[in-house]
């Protein structure tokens, strides 16, 4: 542990609801942490009204303090640029409104629905395509919204596999989570569950051994994670995976590719080989989506295409992330490769 936590008890601090209690809101909170006068942070305000900031204690322990270009920072510190929207940018790039046909529910793909089971997570990333859900009121399913979901997935028997989401899913407690579980493994027609998480990067404490027997007693399940930077593979973060796998889910991970955090074929080399050793597999490399708010964070696909032709050309294939792009439309992921690069397979 790093300042200004040293002093706090292993206990607390390995306390995943410490953490989240503890978590940085505030500008204030910021200027303190960072031993500056509030004023140096004062073009930030009308960003942090618009797009909270929200950094786990733990998260903020990795950076490299003073560096304001270091790539742990950038995902999660708020930035002025972050008011500029060059045309073609949205809050709702994917569409996904339209593919909405109940509340709390995503129906795109033909085979599978995604669940809004929450709008708040540990951290926000400051990249996150659902940033718009950030000012709403803080929600989670409620009982009765919980059956009607449960309802149309029963209705429609091409749907095979549910994917929980959010926000993110593993901030809620244990018995919430197992309800939520429980009731969709309870349709027939549904083979697998996957939840999609950053828990295991930014607060990975939260991966507790009760929390475990739920997973594990809800299988067939995947866990997808967000691992961005090599950095952020600590011991715990790599013990959060290692139980979860224990319980006999798999990992797998989704990163996005993002200007000055892991643009460069060193870093994305070093992070693959890294959740290799943990036994993560590297599943996608996203494109970073048109978000409003996000620009200043988006790498040319080029820059990824480059990237990825090199990663094949030097890596073990069990290594290699699909370098796709998320497009409202299209019945499935995009893969950005040249003609002579990556193959499809």
């Known amino acids: 542990m790093k300042k200004p936590w040293e002093k706090i008890s292993k206990t607390d601090w390995f306390d995943w609801q410490w953490q989240m209690r503890n978590r940085i809101r505030t500008l204030s909170r910021l200027a303190r942490l960072m031993d500056v006068p509030l004023h140096r942070l004062a073009a930030l305000r009308p960003v942090v009204e618009k797009h909270p900031v929200l950094i786990t204690p733990y998260y903020w322990s990795l950076m490299k303090q003073g560096e304001g270009d270091d790539p742990l920072r950038r995902q999660c510190f708020p930035d002025a640029r972050e008011l500029e929207h060059p045309p073609g940018d949205s809050d709702d790039p994917l569409g996904e409104s339209v593919h909405s046909p109940l509340p709390g529910l995503l129906h795109r ?161 070093d992070l693959v080989h890294g959740l290799q050793r943990i036994s993560v597999r590297p599943y996608y490399l996203f494109q970073c989506e048109p978000v409003k708010g996000t620009a200043h964070l988006r790498a040319d696909a080029s820059r990824g295409m480059d990237i990825s032709e090199k990663l094949w050309e030097t890596t073990a294939g069990i290594c290699l992330p699909r370098f796709v792009i998320d497009r409202p439309g299209c019945p499935g992921k995009v893969l950005l490769q040249r003609i002579h690069g990556l193959p499809h397979g």
């Open 109 to 269: 793909y033909p085979d599978r629905c995604l669940i809004l089971v929450t709008n708040r997570c540990a951290i926000h990333c400051r990249h996150c395509n659902r940033r718009r859900l950030w000012s709403q009121p803080a929600f989670s399913l409620s009982p009765g919204r919980i059956q009607a979901l449960v309802k149309y997935v029963a209705s429609d028997r091409n749907i095979r596999e549910v994917i929980l989401s959010g926000g993110d899913p593993l901030i809620l407690h244990d018995e919430v989570i197992d309800h939520l579980l429980k009731s969709f493994r309870s349709v027939p027609h549904v083979e697998v569950l996957r939840i999609g998480s950053r828990v295991p990067s930014v607060m990975p404490m939260r991966i507790t051994a009760s929390l475990c027997r739920v997973l594990k007693r809800n299988r067939p399940l995947w866990v997808m994670t967000q691992f961005n930077h090599p950095r952020e593979l600590t011991s715990e973060s790599a013990r959060a995976c290692e139980r979860i796998l224990e319980a006999g889910v798999p990992v797998s991970n989704q990163s996005v590719l993002l200007r000055g955090i892991n643009d460069s074929f060193e870093t994305m080399r």
